[in-house]
């Protein structure tokens, strides 16, 4: 039987965000949380690939007792992430009911393309897209180390 190579936070160089922690920092981006529940809250996760982040930010609404409406917003550069993410997020809806999630927009869209336009949003919660590391720098093309600088 051949060997399987398994690595659990990483694909194709691409660092995944472990539970713990998008959890950890959900809960505290909601602890500092000062919008009205009278108006619609919205949370953005600009590079929410399969939607980690938006998944833990409702969790910990739902903890808090929120009761006010819910807009969860996420863009990606990948078709794929995007539709795990909405997948994902179909059923984080379903398993929090009592929370009023009025929208979900997930989009693939680059944010960090001069021309994107991001909404505004009173929690921004994201995993920065970055694929850099001292051993990957001098792999990394021209436009991408200018964004990274």
Known sequence: MPAVRVRPYSLK????TPIG???????????GLTADSGSALVILDPACRSGTFLI????????????GSLKLVGYDVSPTAIAAAKFALACVVREHAMLNIIEVDL????????????????ITIM???????????????TTNRNWTK
Not at 13 to 16: D, R, S, T, V, Y
Not at 56 to 67: D, P, T
Request: aromatic fraction near 8%; glycine fraction near 4%.
């Open 107 to 122: 989009k693939i869209a680059d944010f960090l393309d001069p021309e994107f336009a991001p909404i505004t949003a009173h």
């Open 56 to 67: 833990e930010a409702v969790a910990a609404l739902a903890r808090a007792g929120w009761n």
């Open 13 to 16: 160089g691409i660092a995944c």
């Open 21 to 31: 922690l998008a959890r950890s920092l959900a809960e505290q981006a909601i602890n």
């Open 127 to 141: 995993n920065p897209p970055y694929m850099l590391s001292r051993a990957s720098w001098p792999k990394v093309d």
